[in-house]
């Protein structure tokens, strides 16, 4: 069964540098999606992309979270600077047509220190 | 902020025993959706219920849905070690918004 890859799979940064993380969705998935979950919590929604286009950034934080889908397919999430609150798991998930179930990836652990 | 919220937070079983979780929401829903996460990976969709439906099931598992008390429950049957993991439901509100998550429920099957 075709799976929603990310990478990477943990990684642990200095608070002030900048971090990036990659997501390719299942093959044809038009909708993307970046989660954030804290530990012990459920999955928020950072950000919705339908093909390369942005559908709804309203809980992204801005002044230091970006997110592209320049072409469409791939993905990327970066933190400029990463700030100790950061520390999560950063979830990827996509969807084909309709109102279909989400396909996640198995995330990056992220760690602030 | 989220839309969802599981019922209980945590519950620990005995392995063959039926567990019950049960979500409640706030607003009206296009669907509600349950899915599974063990440690330290992704989420697996397990069911999907439509807000016009009541009752759903899936081999082991069975969804209900009462959109007067906004409130669903996940039974899981005869429970397996291996079915220790969190349950979160997830609210589908229609349009273009992505899935609002619970904050789940953590489910322990003891051997």
Known sequence: EAEVAQSPRYKITEKSQAVAFWCDPISGHATLYWYRQILGQGPELLVQFQDESVVD??????????????????????????????????LCASMGMGNSPLHFGNGTRLTVT | ??????????????????????????????NLQWYRQNSGRGL??????????????????????????????LLITASRAADTASYFCATDLGGADGLTFGKGTHLIIQP
């Open chain 1, 57 to 90: 950034d309203s809980q992204l934080p801005k002044d230091r979270f970006s997110a592209e889908r320049l072409k469409g397919v791939d993905s990327t999430l970066k933190i400029q600077p990463a700030e100790l609150g950061d520390s999560a798991m950063y």
């Open chain 2, 44 to 73: 697996v969709h397990l069911i999907l219920i439509r807000s016009n439906e009541r009752e759903k099931h899936s081999g082991r598992l069975r969804v209900t849905l009462d959109t007067s008390k906004k409130s669903s429950s």
């Open chain 2, 1 to 30: 902020s989220q839309q969802g919220e599981e019922d209980p937070q945590a519950l620990s079983i005995q392995e063959g025993e039926n567990a019950t979780m049960n979500c409640s929401y706030k607003t009206s829903i296009n």
